[in-house]
């Protein structure tokens, strides 16, 4: 059976801080190629992205542990919303296998996800405008506007 294992040290991180941990595999045979990766990726509507950000070779030992360190960019930042969210993770895939082991975790500069809430109007309209809105007015005159 293949598996392995990816304990991470914190799951709250800060841009620029790193990631570090302990990854450990069992393979049935030995791999070509088996590999720990840094990367972010996109869930929700529209297109799904993906970025690799480092990789780190684990060699092609059947089994095997190794602690690891990788450093993290500025951004992007982990965020949920209604129509995107972002979410950082490790992930250890062997050639032709494909992954054995995935482990999420958050970047921000909160420790915490950034939650997108949803607009209630698409378009800017200033103080004034939510005013006459809430009041019943169609238009209203604001300086800009003379």
């Known amino acids: 059976m293949n598996s392995a294992t ?8 800060r841009p620029y801080e790193s990631v ?6 069992e393979l049935e045979k030995d791999p070509r190629e088996l590999e ?10 529209g297109t799904e992205e993906s ?14 542990e190794r602690a690891f360190s990788f450093p993290l960019p500025a951004e992007p ?4 919303g209604t129509l995107i969210r972002i979410t950082w993770a490790l992930e250890v895939v062997a050639r032709k296998v494909g ?24 378009r800017s309209i200033g103080r ?10 169609r238009k ?3 300086h800009e506007g003379r």
């Open 99 to 122: 992954a054995l082991g995935v482990e999420e975790f958050t970047v921000s500069p909160q420790r915490r996800e950034i939650v997108l809430r949803e607009v209630p109007d698409a």
């Open 20 to 25: 570090s941990g302990q990854v450990r595999w």
């Open 6 to 13: 990816i304990t991470i040290d914190r799951r709250d991180l």
């Open 77 to 80: 930042w982990s965020t949920n």
């Open 140 to 142: 209203v005159r604001t």
């Open 36 to 45: 720990l990766r840094l990367c972010w990726f996109t869930r929700g509507r």
């Open 51 to 64: 970025r690799t950000i480092q990789v780190l070779s684990l060699g092609d030992t059947r089994r095997g």
């Open 128 to 137: 004034a405008g939510r005013w006459a809105k809430r009041l019943g007015f």
